[in-house]
């Protein structure tokens, strides 16, 4: 029971914290704004966390697993590997637009200058797990033998860092930008083994996936 309530505690104040460096920033917010957020003693904030540093590393990392589950669990669908990598730019812009976890790993990593090769830079979570189904797309021939996986890979992030950038707080409206590209793009690069037209605005359940679980 008290293991429980320690876990619980420490999660409220990874969310809560969350929250502040999604609004505040890094540099702007304080321990005392996330105790106060979480509801929790400034006392049990340090027991969990010795300094805002290692706070915000939690926040970076819990965002970083956030986005390798889901998107391992988009790889694992039956259909066109470069349907999965369409499907996974819809993902990520929709975790930009309603998960403060998302925005706050984002944030995070830009304003703590987070290494590419580090375990905490989000962007290089999507990076590789693009680069992973667009070698699918390779080898399944949905996409086209001329055309280099990795540059493929590269596009898809490039899309989606363009929505990140163009506003804080994603909104619908970049659900409709980002297939209106696909569609200018999937023309040249789907194989002939692509079965049936791709799908630019994401796949079916891509709308009902709960963001905001992950475990």
Same mark, same amino acid.
């Given at each position: 029971? +008290?293991?429980?309530? #320690?876990?619980?505690? =420490?999660? @409220?104040? *990874?969310?809560?914290? &969350?929250?502040? %460096?999604?609004?505040?920033?890094?540099? +702007?917010?304080?321990? #005392?704004?996330?105790? =106060?957020? @979480?509801? *929790?003693?400034?006392? &049990?904030l340090? %027991?969990?966390?010795?300094?805002?540093?290692?706070?915000?590393?939690?926040?970076?990392?819990?965002g970083?697993?956030?986005?390798?589950?889901?998107?391992?669990r988009?790889?694992?669908?039956?259909?066109?590997?470069?349907?999965?990598?369409?499907?996974?730019?819809?993902?990520?812009?929709?975790?930009?637009?309603?998960?403060?976890?998302?925005?706050?790993?984002?944030?995070?990593?830009n304003?703590?200058?987070?290494?590419?090769?580090?375990?905490?830079h989000?962007?290089?979570?999507?990076?590789?797990?693009?680069?992973?189904?667009?070698?699918?797309?390779?080898?399944?021939?949905?996409?086209?033998?001329?055309?280099?996986?990795?540059?493929?890979?590269?596009?898809?992030?490039?899309?989606?860092?363009?929505?990140?950038?163009?506003?804080?707080?994603?909104?619908?409206?970049?659900?409709?930008?980002?297939?209106?590209?696909?569609?200018?793009?999937?023309?040249s690069?789907?194989?002939?083994?692509?079965?049936?037209?791709?799908?630019?605005?994401?796949?079916?359940?891509?709308?009902?996936?709960?963001?905001?679980?992950?475990?």
């Amino acid at each position: 029971m +008290r293991q429980e309530r #320690a876990e619980r505690t =420490r999660s @409220a104040l *990874v969310m809560a914290a &969350a929250g502040q %460096f999604d609004r505040q920033g890094y540099e +702007r917010t304080t321990l #005392a704004d996330v105790s =106060r957020r @979480a509801e *929790v003693s400034k006392g &049990a904030l340090s %027991f969990h966390f010795a300094n805002k540093a290692e706070l915000a590393d939690t926040v970076q990392s819990f965002g970083c697993a956030k986005a390798s589950v889901w998107l391992a669990r988009l790889r694992e669908r039956e259909q066109p590997a470069l349907q999965t990598l369409v499907d996974m730019t819809h993902l990520v812009v929709r975790q930009l637009r309603e998960d403060e976890l998302t925005r706050a790993g984002v944030r995070l990593t830009n304003e703590r200058e987070t290494p590419c090769e580090s375990p905490l830079h989000l962007p290089a979570v999507w990076q590789a797990a693009f680069r992973r189904v667009a070698s699918d797309a390779a080898a399944d021939g949905s996409l086209s033998p001329g055309r280099s996986s990795r540059t493929v890979a590269a596009l898809a992030l490039s899309l989606v860092m363009h929505e990140q950038i163009r506003s804080r707080k994603v909104g619908d409206e970049a659900h409709g930008r980002l297939a209106d590209m696909w569609s200018l793009l999937l023309p040249s690069l789907a194989g002939p083994h692509a079965c049936g037209p791709l799908r630019p605005g994401g796949g079916d359940q891509i709308g009902v996936l709960p963001v905001s679980g992950w475990r």
